[in-house]
Nanobody, 123 residues
Framework: QVQLVESGGGLVQAGGSLRLNCAAS????????MGWFRQAPGKEREFVAT????????LYADSVRGRFTISRDNAKNTVYLQMNSLKPEDKAVYSC????????????????WGQGTQVTVSS
């Protein structure tokens, strides 16, 4: 069992940065791939980034590649999403998720989800 709590969301101007945190509880965190997804109002949830349990493999959506960086600290049971050069279209509720096994881009592959944190980018 893995429980996830996101933090770090907020309001930022276009071009600014935010770092999202996802604190995990449960001894299986170290064996879990982690992902970040987002959902904007009126839109479906979409993949943002994912990272393997070791941190050696990362995948990104085309829309965020080069601007966002996913990382993890297994000693702290935390996964991060550093978001730079934010755009108004990045506005969404961002959720982290965990799955046993390798990193995946499809949300249905994930077993556990956090409640999400709101990111708003003003133009």
């Amino acid at each position: 069992q893995v429980q996830l709590v996101e933090s770090g969301g907020g309001l930022v101007q276009a071009g600014g940065s935010l770092r999202l945190n996802c604190a995990a509880s449960g001894r299986t965190f170290r064996n879990s791939a982690m992902g970040w997804f987002r959902q904007a109002p009126g839109k479906e949830r979409e993949f943002v980034a994912t990272i393997s349990w070791s941190g050696s493999t990362t995948l990104y959506a085309d829309s965020v590649r080069g601007r966002f960086t996913i990382s993890r600290d297994n000693a702290k049971n935390t996964v991060y999403l550093q978001m730079n050069s934010l755009k108004p279209e990045d506005k969404a509720v961002y959720s982290c998720a965990a799955r046993y096994g390798g990193p995946k881009q499809d949300s249905y592959e994930y077993n556990y989800w956090g409640q999400g944190t709101q990111v708003t980018v003003s133009s």
